[in-house]
């Protein structure tokens, strides 16, 4: 089941991944292709990554882990397989001799050691192939990057990939070929196992319009926020709003749009704003100025009123979230250079648990004490190597579902 009507409503079951041999295959000259700007040491992120997952579960969170249910989910070898030819495609795998090697090598695995080397990727040095095969031969002579399969460094991002919105889940089209392949993962269990079958698909990988999980925000049962940002176009939202307007019915009447600039800073909508509690949010200081909102509302059947939105970020924010005084904390206490580095360390990337209780990483000492001076509890830990893949407890989870607000 799935059920998340808020970004704050207390949180009963989320989804992660922990880091794994992935991170291991990061290497400095195509680093930045595969969206990293550093290469985290595995052990120490695999430590703080437990620290996470025991902190929600401390706080009665069901910690599931995607890997485990895809594994519980491809169980004959008729899925096993169909989910590896379609992995194979999306990795553009099209030679006929790698592409058997590949499956050769692959099937032979039991589920979840397959599942693990597809996250590690494979190297082209790790299989013989039949026949000799001149685009290899060419490519590993001076290869950008030595795989077949690259790896998935990014998989320990599980709000991007696939994401939940009240009774249903969007399965995200990932901006760049680094990215694709994981909402496969989350997609496959939401339509194959017995536990989330029937969840409606508001959304598919295969439209030609880029979405991301960490653009979406839940304000509550009506209203949801979306960036529009690096990772997501205008087009995904009007898809969506069909969807969940019409197709589905499902509670939402408004979908507004936050045109943020579409820079490595802010990738996401959550990278620069999070909801902390009812009426407070955390926001990059720099948002409040460059910010444009539009708003898509559901009118009849089939028909949606499209407005620019007037006032204040503040304003707005009151207005669709009907509440009376909005506060907008600012990350790094709005000193410009506190500001921009802990938001790069994703100080204004909060995970709410419950209303007024977030999760955070304790490097942004200056945002989370401008927080806590706001009477939101602040539940920290340490992640210096986390940090490092540009995203924080935000962006590492994905909830299943939440109490309603
Ligand atoms: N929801 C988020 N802000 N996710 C951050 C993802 C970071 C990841 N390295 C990427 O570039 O895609």
Known sequence: MIKVYSEIGKLRSVLLHRPGNELENLAPKYLSDLLFDDIPYL??????????????????VKVNYITHLLSNTLKSNELKEQFLNEFLDLSDINNKYIREALKDYLLNMN????????????RTNELKLKKEVFSVKVRKSNMDIPFFLN????LYFQRDPVAMIGKGATINRMRTPARRRESMFMEYVLKYNEDFKNTPLYYDKKLPYAIEGGDILIFNEKVLAVGI?????????????KKIFDEYD?????ILG??????RAYMHLDTVFTQLDYDKFVVHPEMQEVIKIFGIQKKDHDEYTINEEKGTLKEILEKHLDVD??????????????AAREQWNDGSNTLAIE????????????????LKNAGIKVIEFPASELSRGRGGPRCMSMPLIRDDI
């Open 258 to 263: 936050f045109l943020i600039p579409a820079k």
């Open 325 to 338: 005084k909005i506060t907008l904390l600012k990350c790094g206490n709005g000193d410009e250079i506190a």
């Open 151 to 154: 790896p998935m460094p990014n």
């Open 43 to 60: 052990e120490k992120a695999r430590e703080e990554h437990d620290v996470f997952a025991q902190l929600l579960r401390d706080n009665g």
């Open 250 to 254: 499902d509670t939402f009447e408004t």
């Open 229 to 241: 940002s690096q990772r997501t176009d205008p087009e995904a939202l009007e898809i969506l709003a």
């Open 355 to 370: 209303p007024g209780t977030v999760i955070t990483y304790d490097r942004n000492y200056i945002t989370n004490k401008e």
């Open 111 to 122: 589920i979840s050691e397959m599942i693990d080397k597809l996250t590690s990727g494979i």
